[in-house]
């Protein structure tokens, strides 16, 4: 047990009032979809608001015209080009295939399970970096792919594959993905990544203009850590209520939560890239997700590692939290026989 873990116990043990447990920054899988944001008008509403903190590439700078020639929009099927439309984001990895997240085509419905969009509820806009009227092409969907181990209720396995019911007529590139050697490369320690989207800016203002940030890898182990005792310290003040109302022995108390700790599972898994800064205060947020995070490569040119799935919330329980040392990315290096199998099985 780390020591800040140790006193946390030892300080609620002794005393007799639990505090009200503290609203800490932490990932949430159970949020509704950002689709369902988009189009429930919610996310227009708050980009009205000054008062909240809004979704952004944070720390981040607006893009030259013309770069990030795969980045992607996905927009709610059937409404108008601009930013309360705007859900997700996505690379061109294909002529007709755009790669994104699963969390951001796989929504809860009012039965309490989850389910796919359909086809007709999402369009992609490719070839512009402005969600303005007129800008890009604005794509229909045949078909949606999710990953078949994604179940909604979690962030891992978070990938998927759009195919496009044509090919853009306006100028755009493909981005690379890397196979499983080269992936372990780039999941490394100060590797330099470059994340980008569309979203909320300072004081929630919207943006239809894309934005970039460069960060780097962080080392998925110090992440996981910085996460643990991040949620340890959020459930402590319901253990440490739990312990005095039961009445266990402080020994035994101990024990107990050193095994419950020792159970949480990893926030960032094997399939997931952790991307940040040491300093915070840059990092993707929610209205990122899919978007792609690249690398750099020798040469020129760039190869895309990860793709935005998860950060953490602000402590308001509005938007992201905007001095986040990191934020996760699926790590597209550990899914690409799934790719392969998906792309050659539809052509």
């Known amino acids: 047990m780390s020591r800040l873990l140790s006193a946390l116990i030892a300080a609620l043990l002794a005393t007799s009032v639990m505090a009200e447990a503290p609203q800490i920054a932490t990932s949430d899988p159970m949020i509704a979809s950002p689709f369902a944001y988009a189009k429930s008008g919610a996310k227009a509403e708050r980009g009205r608001s000054a008062a909240e903190a809004g979704a952004k590439v944070i720390g981040g700078e607006v893009a030259p015209d013309g770069a990030w020639p795969w980045q992607v929009a996905l927009l709610v099927g059937g409404a108008p080009i601009n930013t309360d439309a705007q859900f997700c984001g996505g690379s061109m990895v294909l ?31 490719v070839g512009t970096n402005t969600l303005t009227p007129g800008s890009g092409d604005l794509i229909p969907v045949e078909t949606i792919f999710r990953h078949p181990s994604y179940t909604g209720t979690q962030f891992d396995f978070d990938i998927a594959l759009i195919k496009l019911a044509r090919a853009p007529q306006v100028p755009y590139q493909t981005v690379e993905v890397p196979d499983a050697e080269y992936g372990d490369i780039l999941n490394r320690q100060g590797v330099t990544t470059i994340v980008t989207g569309w979203g909320l800016q300072e004081g929630a203002q919207p943006s239809p ?55 949480a599972p990893d926030a960032v898994s ?17 209205g990122d997700s899919g978007g792609p995070l690249v690398v750099p490569v020798e040469g020129g040119g760039y190869i895309q590692a990860g793709i935005v799935s998860w950060g953490l919330s602000a402590t308001s329980g509005h938007g992201c939290e905007e ?4 934020s996760a990315y699926t790590n597209i290096s550990k899914f690409v026989p799934w790719l392969n199998e998906v792309i050659e099985g539809n052509p």
């Open 209 to 263: 203009q894309l934005r970039q940030a460069e960060i780097q890898v962080l080392d998925r182990q110090l992440c996981n850590q910085a996460m643990l005792e991040a949620r340890a310290e959020d459930a402590a003040g319901g253990f440490g209520y739990a312990v005095q109302t039961l009445g266990v022995a402080e020994t035994d108390a101990y024990a107990i939560w050193d095994e419950l700790v020792a159970r």
């Open 270 to 286: 094997d399939n997931m890239i952790c991307s940040g800064t040491f300093e915070g205060g840059k990092t993707s947020c929610n």
């Open 95 to 125: 002529d007709r295939w755009v790669l994104t997240a699963a969390h951001c085509i796989h929504m809860p419905i009012e039965d309490g399970s989850f389910a796919d969009l359909r086809p007709d509820e999402v369009s992609i806009l």
């Open 323 to 326: 001095t986040a040392l990191f």
